[in-house]
């Protein structure tokens, strides 16, 4: 057995647990540790013999005692669930007994941390190695050991502020405790754990008492209370915590609590200023910044890892489960073009005047960059049923945002971002989560420098970006070395605020929504043949938008009516802008029966009815011409060609290696498990299909998405004609680009499944 096994072993064989301070928290983890099964001896210590008592009488103990003499040798691991301030006193108790605390894991559930670790360093000249500082983020105003509840913890974070040279077998028994209890262990310094809590826990509780006793020593008291409304008593609800308990967390965290009632106090004058001032869009701002950070952070809470300013979605949390065969029939309306959705904000924001938007996509990645301007002052209404107001601020009117943007798993947003960014007056940091961080930047911001940007990244040219504010930029001429319409966007943002002339010459047609919407805001964009350009200096008008429905989404739907007999299948108002309709030409290249219905034009942007119609397909070699026309579609593209006769080629793609995952390699293990015959290039791929073959075209299996969505949605579709059922893990992913991917499925006759929570990425190139 190893070090490690042996340490896991140990930490998972039921200890000797003793809680000192048997009330609510001590209580409820108790009565959490019962009612998981835990199999170790529960013993508690407490000053209130009364408490020990009915802890007995619970069932919560198996024996108490209010001297900790009398059960601290015994016990494998203590938890100290006393108020912070009571802490020093205790840990010398316990070094009296046991020197060091050697063979005991000791932890703690104190809502400040650096006071313990200070009075450990003071008892024990250090923090010994086997007290391994936590606590739980839950909690009750009820108190006492009657209130034990053993739900308490389930579902909630516990926060470890373990030391470098922390044991590693205690901090895994402390870590088996909590988890016992359904809780999530999370792991983060001691320092920002003190400055988050103040923030998120210790200032609302300082407000909650504060209003209460203000409002309580007020002459119509008893009408103030009578009369309150709902919300008043859900904000107000914690003022009913323990008093004593919250004058010690108070103390013991001052100097952090009060930088956060600093912080607040000056957000506080602000609104008070614009109240009296009678200033809408003010006001406007910041009650839209605070609902729209309450939902969309809300919608952040599953993480992998405690990180304060961004919370890392699990992408191990949903798994599809889809049947083999079914049907693809009917009308239906994917979501709004995430790319136009991208830029509406961005230019609405900078435009002069109130731009309406409809259609807007309500995913993770749309949100984050309608979140980000709410951050630099730009008011926003919405989004409500897709429907967003945009109150520009003009191109030089954003205001410094107080920390890092959070663009999510968005390139899109980030490289957009940065052209935008480098022509503020302020300096600014781009960050996304863990998927994003490992995503190429530096073809961005070389071209940045070269007009005078200031720009640091991290290793390898990858995010977080810095962008350096204040820095006047030169128009250039680029030729962009790869294909990429977020390249050619973000240099165009950014020659809105050069001097001179920016020229773009793209290799090979790319998607021009952003030259479409700076002409519909009143911005002249010129081209000829490969190359774009504008001058800075100009305006933008507001203007309204409505956003096509997106065919990067709809090209799942495509396929699946292409490859599945019997179908028919209209997806309605869906965008045909020519630089995005690669994926309808390599269809009907292919033999689909596609036809594009009541062709228009809606806010500059080309629009149509798609029908589809089933058809036997064929293999082809796919045009070098199509290949950046249908960058992001080639995952639900090589599905269709896996159920053509004969061979589909595909090179000169090696852009599909630096998405969201490698997506030529993730296509080819897809196809291996599920026995597709293929050949992976370094540029792209051979697949040999089998289209015209009665019965399923291959069979099915277990699949790993990457966490990449448009992975997961292409090998659901590929069930329609699989042999067996189809697994596909980590697709939490879909519902940032795709929310209602599901049900769409469903509704025209998949047989889709889904275990875990339905929270769902997706980009352009």
């Known amino acids: 057995m190893t070090d490690a096994e042996a340490t896991t072993a140990r930490a998972e064989a039921p200890p000797g647990l003793l809680i000192v301070g048997l009330g609510l928290i001590g209580g409820s ?77 000791v932890t703690d559930v104190g809502s400040t941390k650096a006071t313990v670790r200070d009075a450990a360093r003071r008892v024990f000249g250090r923090v010994p190695p086997t007290l391994v500082l936590g606590h739980p983020i839950a909690g009750s105003e009820k108190s006492g050991v009657a209130a034990a509840d053993p739900e308490l913890y389930a579902g909630h974070n516990v926060l470890l ?24 262990v999370l792991e983060m310094d001691v320092e920002r754990h003190d400055a988050v809590l103040a923030q998120t826990s210790h200032l609302p509780h300082l407000l909650a008492f504060s209003l209460v006793d203000t409002l309580a020593r007020q002459d119509a008291r008893l009408d103030i209370f009578r009369y309150a409304a709902g919300g008043f008593r859900d904000f107000t609800r914690i003022a009913g915590s323990d008093p004593v308990m919250w004058r010690d967390i108070f103390t013991a965290n001052r100097d952090a609590v009060l930088a956060s009632l600093d912080d607040f106090e000056a957000g506080l004058a602000r609104l ?28 952040l809470l599953n993480k992998t890892s405690y990180q304060t300013e961004y919370a890392m979605q699990s992408q191990s949390q949903v798994t599809y489960r889809v049947r083999p065969g079914g049907s693809a029939r009917g009308r239906v309306r994917v979501p709004g073009d995430k790319s136009i959705s991208h830029r509406s904000i961005m230019l609405g924001a900078l435009a002069e005047g109130v731009t309406t938007v409809t259609g807007f996509l309500e995913g993770e990645d749309s949100l984050a960059t309608l979140q980000a301007f709410r951050e630099m002052g730009v008011a926003i209404e919405g989004p409500s049923q897709g429907r967003v107001v945009i109150h520009g601020v003009g191109l030089h009117g954003l205001k410094a945002p107080s920390g890092p943007i959070y663009v999510g798993n968005s390139g ?51 995010p977080p970006l810095t962008i350096h504010g204040g820095t006047p930029l030169a128009g250039l001429y680029y030729d962009m070395p790869v294909a990429s319409a977020q390249v050619k966007s973000c240099l165009l943002l950014a020659g809105l605020y ?29 081209r000829d043949g490969d190359t774009c350009w504008l001058e800075g200096g100009r305006r933008l008008t507001a203007s309204p938008i409505d956003v096509p429905a997106d065919i990067s989404s709809a090209a799942f739907f495509m396929v699946a009516a292409a490859i599945t007999p019997g179908s028919d299948l209209t997806l309605e108002h869906v965008g045909i802008n020519p630089t995005r309709t690669g994926v309808i030409n390599v269809l009907k290249l292919m033999g689909a029966d596609l036809e594009l219905i009541d062709e228009r034009e809606v806010g500059g942007e080309p629009v149509a009815e798609v029908r589809v119609r089933y058809a036997p397909l064929t293999g082809i070699d796919i045009p070098a011409e199509q290949v950046a026309l249908a960058i992001d579609e080639f995952p639900a593209l090589f599905i269709a060609a896996a159920n053509a006769a004969g061979t589909t080629r595909l090179r000169g793609a090696a852009e599909l290696r630096v998405k969201e995952s490698d997506r030529l390699a993730a296509m080819a293990d897809g196809f291996a498990t599920i026995g597709v015959e293929h050949s992976l290039h370094d540029d792209g791929i051979d697949i040999v299909g089998r289209g015209g073959a009665e019965g399923p075209s291959y069979g099915g299996g277990r699949i790993d998405s990457l966490g990449d969505h448009r992975i997961a949605m292409a090998f659901a579709v590929a069930a329609l004609r699989a042999g067996e059922e189809v697994v596909i893990d980590n697709c939490a992913n879909v519902a940032t680009s795709f929310p209602n991917f599901t049900e769409l499925a469903r509704r025209i006759g998949m047989g889709l499944e889904v275990q875990g929570p339905e929270t769902e990425s997706h980009h352009e190139p």
């Not at 013993?43 to 108490?64: F, N, Q, S, Y």
């Not at 502020?161 to 209890?181: G, H, I, K, N, S």
């Not at 300096?427 to 940045?448: C, F, I, Q, Y």
């Open 161 to 184: 502020t373990p030391e470098a040279d922390t044991d590693a077998e205690a901090l895994a028994r402390v870590r088996a405790l909590w988890q016992a209890c359904g809780a999530r």
């Open 272 to 299: 008070r200023a614009a109240v009296e001032a009678g200033d809408g869009d003010a006001m406007l701002a910041a009650f839209g910044r605070a609902s729209h950070a309450r939902r969309y952070f809300e919608s």
């Open 498 to 526: 050069a001097e001179g002339e920016t020229r773009v010459r793209e290799p090979a047609p790319t998607r021009d929504h952003t030259e479409r919407m700076l002409g519909g805001f009143g911005y002249p964009v010129a």
């Open 412 to 462: 899109t947003a980030m490289r957009l971002f940065a052209g935008l960014l480098a022509g503020q007056s302020f300096t600014s940091e781009l960050a996304g989560d863990d998927s994003l961080t490992k995503r190429p930047m530096n073809r961005v911001a070389e071209p940045l420098r070269a007009m005078g940007a200031l720009i640091d990244t991290a290793e390898g040219g990858r």
């Open 29 to 105: 983890l108790a009565a959490g540790l019962r009612a998981s099964g835990f199999g170790g001896r529960i013993t508690a210590c407490d000053p209130d013999a009364g408490e020990l008592r009915r802890g007995l009488d619970m069932g919560l103990i198996d024996a108490g005692s209010t001297r900790l003499a009398e059960l601290a040798p015994a016990a494998d691991v203590i938890v100290l669930a006393v108020p912070v301030l009571a802490m020093e006193g205790l840990l010398a108790e316990l070094d009296a007994l046991n020197p060091g605390l050697k063979g005991q894991a």
